[in-house]
């Protein structure tokens, strides 16, 4: 693994890994709100067998430093910022990769639609659990009707300043239910409640404000390279209805797919169907079989 030193536009500092053979297809993976690289685990242990694969910390997540007081240190233009200086520090010229988002990642590739050096860079993309607007009037951790009253709750505890504490059996019951599907299997639980836990408080809040804002849904439209798009039927955060309209509103769409019983941790939860995913992006778009890698690399 390589970690070489990436600094975005503002001069923040970001953490990154580099996965996998030089010369062979890479992918570039986001994670979201509360997480980190390490929620990529199980895509970077099969990826990295044939691919280049680059992950990072958004700011203020893992190895990467929360963004000094005041400016756009937490904003959408920061993410697009960031994921831009990842690009160009870790592609060579001409380099394209398929880029991968959970969540907040994904809303990163969204509020990067525009920028040269995505569409010089991105072959292909997946949103995975994800969506580009009214995020917190159509989730779903607020057993309540829509309306008003959700929506004012759901924004109280998804931006609340309090601690989360360590992990506990109650902390992790309270997660699955907000963040994962019924049937998740204990261990996975656990690993999503570590990865959650270790996000510093100020962190947690800083984006919360950012996704209670958020309207990326101009930006989606200008994401114009082939787009799948994933979600879980049983996601709360980002529930289904936003992954269908990202699918009829992207200029192209290559599939939506949902995956039953799944909640909003995808990766995790289904990391079988999330690398397949991108595999047959990269197949599809950047043209390299996984025998074409393995002989380059013996020649």
């Not at 849904?217 to 799948?228: I, N």
Request: one cysteine or more; hydrophobic letters at 45%; glycine letters at 10%.
């Amino acid at each position: 693994m390589n970690t070489p030193t990436v600094t975005s536009a503002d001069g923040s500092r970001l953490h990154v890994e580099v996965h996998g053979p030089a010369g062979a297809p890479a992918v570039v993976l986001a994670h979201g709100w509360t997480c980190s690289t390490r929620f990529w685990d199980a895509q970077i242990r099969d990826l990295a067998a044939d691919h280049k694969v680059i992950a990072y910390d958004q700011r203020g997540h893992g190895g990467s430093p929360a963004p000094a007081a005041g400016g756009k240190g937490y904003s959408t233009e920061a993410l697009a910022d960031d994921l831009e200086a990842v690009l160009a520090a870790t592609l060579g010229p001409g380099e394209r990769a398929v880029l991968a988002g959970h969540s907040m990642g994904g809303m990163t590739l969204m509020a990067a639609a525009r920028r040269p050096v995505l569409r010089q860079h991105a072959a292909a993309a997946l949103l995975c659990s994800t969506g580009p607007a009214r995020l917190t009037a159509e989730a779903l951790v607020v057993p309540l009707g829509p309306g008003g009253l959700r929506t004012r709750l759901t924004r109280s505890v998804l931006g609340s300043k309090a601690p989360l504490g360590p992990v506990s059996p109650v902390s992790k019951k309270i997660l699955k239910y907000a963040t994962m599907g019924p049937g998740s299997a204990a261990d996975r639980v656990d690993a999503c409640a570590r990865i959650v836990h270790a996000c510093p408080r100020g962190a947690r809040y800083g984006w919360s404000q950012v996704l209670a804002g958020l309207d990326l849904e101009a930006e989606l439209r200008e994401l114009r390279l082939p787009v799948a798009v994933l979600v879980g039927t049983a996601d709360r955060l980002t529930p289904p209805l936003h992954s269908r309209a990202m699918a009829a509103a992207l200029p192209h769409c290559t599939g939506l797919v949902e995956l039953a019983g799944m909640g909003h941790m995808t990766p995790v939860e289904a990391p079988e169907a999330v690398t397949a995913q991108i595999r047959e992006l990269t197949l599809t778009y950047l043209g390299v079989t996984e025998q074409a890698v393995k002989e380059e690399a013996e020649a």
